[in-house]
């Protein structure tokens, strides 16, 4: 068996719905393939909000799993900001291409955001609704922010990356991410108000 440092080693791509606990962030995975299992979910949720496409969002994240093979040989404490680059990049690779295709040639359905319906370990079948109707609006919320203060507002918040890191895979200043981050709470607040 090849460790996924090794030439030729392989990484499993398992389906987005056989979802894991994320590792605890004093818990640095020791292989490639559990860094890229603790994070595909959370990488596909991030994908999903900025291309509204899941067959997208899916292709996006395994285009960049794939790709950090390439990065296997490196310290684990540099995989999150190289796989968060690499997905990023790759969602505004994917999204340029959408603006050249041209609009009669997709239907309204095709270029519409569906709906997920999350998997919910609770036992509390309300819980599990109140939890998904919490997300869809978050969701939502997020898809009418501008890319950057979505980014920013993502990656800080919800995937809990520091300033420092944040800013490296947003390829700009920590100033203008805390910038992006404030707007995108200020709009988000004003969104979600009634929904608390």
């Given amino acids: 068996m090849r460790g996924p440092g090794s030439p030729g080693a392989r990484v499993k791509l398992v ?3 056989d979802a894991r606990p994320p590792a605890a ?3 640095q995975p020791q292989t490639l393939e559990d860094f890229l299992a603790a994070v595909r979910g959370r990488a596909f949720r991030f994908a999903e909000t900025g291309l509204r496409n899941r067959d997208d969002a899916l292709d996006a994240v395994q285009d960049a799993m794939t790709r950090m093979l390439g ?3 490196r310290p684990p404490h540099e995989w999150t900001a190289l796989f968060w680059t690499i997905l990023r990049s790759r969602i505004i690779d994917l999204q340029r291409r959408r603006t050249f295709r041209l609009g009669w040639m997709t239907s309204a359905d095709e270029r519409g955001f569906e709906d997920l319906d999350w998997a919910d370990a609770s036992p509390d079948p309300s819980a599990a609704h109140d939890g998904r109707e ?3 609006r ?3 919320a997020l898809r009418g922010l501008p890319r950057r203060q979505r980014e920013a507002f993502t990656l800080r918040v919800l ?3 520091d ?3 944040t800013a490296k895979v947003m390829v ?3 100033g203008s991410v805390k910038t992006h981050l404030s707007r995108a709470r200020s709009a988000l607040q004003k969104q979600l108000e009634e929904f608390r």
């Fill in 15 to 17: 389906p987005m719905d």
């Fill in 25 to 27: 962030a004093d818990d």
């Fill in 71 to 73: 990065y296997a040989g």
């Fill in 134 to 136: 919490a997300w869809a």
């Fill in 138 to 140: 978050l969701a939502g």
């Fill in 159 to 161: 995937e809990g990356l």
């Fill in 163 to 165: 300033v420092a890191t």
């Fill in 172 to 174: 700009c200043s920590e």
